[in-house]
């Protein structure tokens, strides 16, 4: 039996990259075996990928790759989960003095055997 959990975190503002906003998403199988009372609240992960995101220093600039690598291992590695697949998803933008962004863009990491989210643009709400 496997189980496993998805969430996202929509229309997050971030510092990184000239002040953009994402859609953060995750899927996540727990650990083979799990017991009920040691599955994590969705919440304790959302919660640590935002403390994540708020600390990012805008400063150093980091591609969107570097920060959900990052990311992605924190939260396995702080949770019970075997496998993890995290996207972020940042918005087009017509920022003025910042080159035009046209189209959706971002990151999927990957750790373990899990299908990698690749989810193009966010749905409708």
Not at 27 to 54: C, T, V, W
Not at 65 to 93: H, M, R, S, W
Not at 99 to 125: K, Q, V
């Amino acid at each position: 039996m496997k189980r496993e959990f998805l969430f996202e975190v929509r229309g997050y503002k971030t510092q990184n990259q000239g002040e953009q906003t994402m859609n953060m998403y995750f899927h996540y199988r727990y650990n083979s075996g799990i017991a009920e009372a040691d599955i994590p609240n969705y919440e304790d992960l959302r919660s640590q990928a935002l403390k994540f995101m708020d600390a990012v220093d805008p400063a150093k600039n980091p591609y969107w790759e570097t920060l959900n690598q990052e990311l992605c291992t924190q939260l396995k590695d702080g949770f019970p989960i075997e496998a993890i697949t995290c996207q972020l998803l940042v918005y087009p933008d017509n920022r003025p003095g910042l080159p035009y962004e046209p189209g959706y863009h971002g990151s999927i990491h990957t750790i373990g055997d899990i299908e990698p989210l690749a989810i193009l643009s966010p749905p409708p709400p």
